[in-house]
């Protein structure tokens, strides 16, 4: 049985652990909107956009998805960067696979598809950036996501050795319609630690 003291106690460990969890939620949320505003980008030997899901409603390409892939293809054919990675596995949605997809519109954004690389087998962000690294010689290369995503990606990406800077898609309606408001942007701090406590942060 538990007595009246060690209730008291219990009940202020409870206190600690929730103010404790609620000021780590809000400090990384407030890196995650600081990072969001990142938008100069600079020169890099690659862009790497990162994938979403592919259909979004079912048979029309994902919007969020399309402004990802168009901000990348506007990098390369401003000369930042000779190529763009284009990083998303198959979705399990409907069994498509991103990267294949994300080619298709940067292709309809007029990049030459020999200009294009493909990673076709990453399930989550720290994938997309591992498996990226693997088809690159260097290490320099911007990444592309909604603005939300970037203060992960970036240090996911610096985790392994990439040197990265991140570049936003303002005009994703992921992003455009709610911004840091969005459900999106308000679970990224859980995804935070969540890729800490799996050790690829």
Not at 4 to 23: D, E, F
Request: charged share 20%; net charge positive.
């Amino acid at each position: 049985m538990i007595n009246q003291t060690q209730r008291i106690w219990l009940a202020r460990a409870a206190l600690v652990l929730g103010i404790s969890g609620a000021l780590l939620y809000f400090t990384l949320l407030m890196w995650v909107a600081i990072v969001s505003s990142s938008n100069t980008p600079t020169p890099a030997d690659a862009v790497i956009v990162l994938g979403a899901q592919a259909f979004y409603p079912a048979g029309r390409w994902n919007p969020c998805l399309v402004a990802r892939v168009k901000r990348g293809v506007e990098l390369v054919q401003a000369g930042f960067a000779p190529r763009l990675v284009l990083s998303g596995g198959v979705d399990k949605e409907d069994g498509a696979v991103e990267a294949q997809v994300m080619q298709d519109i940067a292709f309809s954004f007029g990049l030459a598809r020999e200009k294009t690389l493909l990673e076709p087998k990453s399930t989550s962000t720290s994938e997309n950036l591992r498996f990226s690294k693997k088809l690159l010689e260097s290490n320099k290369v911007l990444i592309v996501s909604d603005p939300f995503h970037l203060a992960r990606a970036q240090a996911l990406a610096r985790k392994i050795g990439l040197e990265a800077n991140v570049v936003g898609a303002p005009r994703s309606p992921c992003w455009s319609r709610f911004g840091m408001l969005s459900r999106f942007a308000l679970r990224e701090p859980l995804a935070m630690i969540e890729n800490f406590l799996r050790g690829d942060l």
